[in-house]
């Protein structure tokens, strides 16, 4: 998922935070930090949208030879079972 990151060590990471306190200041960093969530859980909701409007596309467009063969379940009735014939005749 932070493929696009590489690779933050804590002390990077301590770094990114020092540099964003001094640029917006300590009164504005939680409403900035609030925003920032917002906003990626905003992006994440639309992705994760789109992506399945893809894959409910790719899934329509799939003819039925390409789809692999699935067995339709039927439901099994008592009146469908033959009871089995629990005394046996024999003819002696």
Not at 15 to 31: H, R, T, W
Not at 45 to 65: H, L, M, N, Y
Not at 69 to 85: H, L, N
Request: aromatic share 8%; glycine share 8%.
């Amino acid at each position: 998922m932070y493929g696009f990151i590489g690779n933050i060590g804590p002390w990077e990471l301590v770094f990114i935070l020092v540099i964003a306190l001094i640029v917006v200041g300590p009164g504005k960093l939680p409403e900035v930090a609030k925003s920032m969530g917002k906003a990626v859980n905003e992006f994440k909701r639309a992705t994760t949208g789109v992506k399945k409007e893809f894959q409910d596309a790719i899934k329509f467009d799939e003819s039925p030879v390409d789809r692999p063969a699935q067995p339709i379940p039927q439901e099994i009735k008592a009146e469908d079972v033959e009871p089995e014939d629990k005394t046996e005749t024999s003819n002696n």
